[in-house]
Structure formats: structure tokens, C-alpha cells
T-cell receptor, first 113, second 113 residues
Framework: AQSVTQPDIHITVSEGASLELRCNYS??????LFWYVQSPGQGLQLLLK??????LVQGIKGFEAEFKRSQSSFNLRKPSVHWSDAAEYFC???????????FGPGTRLSVLP | KAGVTQTPRYLIKTRGQQVTLSCSPI?????VSWYQQTPGQGLQFLFE???????NKGNFPGRFSGRQFSNSRSEMNVSTLELGDSALYLC????????????FGPGTRLLVL
């Protein structure tokens, strides 16, 4: 069965600083990988996804992620963080038939002015 | 195209009662998944429905049940509510396969007193 880990529970960065959120997955085949963002009390919004092809994927709000098969990682990056990026970020792996979509535990991002 | 809608947005119930939550997927989407989100347990998969059939089920007691109608709308029901059922219940829809992008609704916030 697939699994996802996000090693950082909480990260604090200053506005304007760069950001990298880590995600590691366990999956037997080529994974479908996703990053979602959730603002307090809201649903999840898709930031970006990787299905195949170019390992560097661009998403909304200036985010990008890089798929590294050798490291089983799919880290999320942003060159310059804005105060509005403060939220919780979830990495997820899509499932084969008969298995469910699996989310990581999430990383809460705080942004200092 | 309208997004995933969930009703009601907020609910207050007392222990022992039952509750029904509703989810309308994006038009054309046939898969609907339900998740429970709590601060302690994170995002936990409840079940997935596809073409009116439960395709996958998480590790929740039988008090949690669901169904899907021919128009792909889905309901979930929780009977004999417990305090621990207080959570944000999220619905997500996708076109067909479990591994595809899931689009989330805003959630229903359930408080059990």
C-alpha cells in the first residue's frame, strides 16, 4: 500500500524568503503525486500535480515541485513567500483501483512579516 | 463549471443523534470520496463511491455509511453520534479513477455536544 510522509510538522519563514516543503512517498509503481493547500476551516485546493513527463512541475500561486524517483520525493518549493501563503500543505499520492488516495500528515506554514 | 458543493456547511448535534451530509460533485465526475479531518488524526479516508457502488472503504466503524445516487450526488450518514465524531468532513470528486486529481468541497463542520 502506498504511504506519504511529510517530515516537517510546522515551518516558519519570513516573508520574501524561499520555501521548501518536503514530501516522501512509498509506492510500488509510478506514482501520481499531488500538493494541496488548505486555509483554516476551508477545503483543500490543488496546487500542482505530477503524472508523468517533466519532473519539475509548475503550479498555481508561484509554487513548483520536483519529482525525484531515486529519492522517492516530491518537494514543494516557492522562491519568495507571501504572507497569504500561510496555510497547511498536504502532499498526496494517487491510488490504483481498489486503493484509496493517501495524504501525508500535512505541514503547517507560518509566515513572519 | 461549478465546484464541489457540500451541505450543510455547519452542524451541531448531540450525542446519540444521527446526521446526514450531502455532496454534489463537479458535473461529469463519477467518483466521490469522503474524508474526516481532525486536529489529532489529520485527513482520514472514509469511503469512495463510483457509479453508485462503494469502491473502497477506510477503517471506520459501521456507524459511518454512505451512498451515491444516479446523478453522482453522494450522502454520508453517521448514526449514534459520539463526541469524537466532531470534525470537518470533506468530500472530493474526480472524473473516474482513484488516482486522478481529486477536487474538494469546502467541507461540513460537525460539532457533537
Amino acid at each position: 500500500a502506498q504511504s506519504v510522509t511529510q517530515p516537517d510538522i510546522h515551518i516558519t519563514v519570513s516573508e520574501g524568503a524561499s520555501l521548501e516543503l518536503r514530501c516522501n512517498y512509498s509506492y510500488g509503481a509510478t506514482p501520481y503525486l499531488f500538493w494541496y493547500v488548505q486555509s483554516p476551516g476551508q477545503g483543500l485546493q490543488l496546487l500542482l500535480k505530477y503524472f508523468s513527463g517533466d519532473t519539475l512541475v509548475q503550479g498555481i500561486k508561484g509554487f513548483e515541485a520536483e519529482f525525484k524517483r531515486s529519492q522517492s520525493s516530491f518537494n514543494l518549493r516557492k522562491p519568495s513567500v507571501h504572507w497569504s501563503d500561510a496555510a497547511e500543505y498536504f502532499c498526496a499520492v494517487g491510488a490504483d483501483y481498489g486503493q484509496n488516495f493517501v495524504f501525508g500528515p500535512g505541514t503547517r506554514l507560518s509566515v513572519l512579516p | 463549471k461549478a465546484g464541489v458543493t457540500q451541505t450543510p456547511r455547519y452542524l451541531i448535534k448531540t450525542r446519540g443523534q444521527q446526521v446526514t451530509l450531502s455532496c454534489s460533485p463537479i458535473s461529469g465526475h463519477r467518483s466521490v470520496s469522503w474524508y474526516q479531518q481532525t486536529p489529532g488524526q489529520g485527513l482520514q479516508f472514509l469511503f469512495e463511491y463510483f457509479s453508485e457502488t462503494q469502491r473502497n472503504k477506510g477503517n471506520f466503524p459501521g456507524r459511518f455509511s454512505g451512498r451515491q445516487f444516479s446523478n453522482s450526488r453522494s450522502e454520508m450518514n453517521v448514526s449514534t453520534l459520539e463526541l469524537g465524531d466532531s470534525a470537518l468532513y470533506l468530500c472530493a470528486s474526480s472524473f473516474a479513477a482513484s488516482k486522478e486529481t481529486q477536487y474538494f468541497g469546502p467541507g461540513t463542520r460537525l460539532l457533537v455536544l
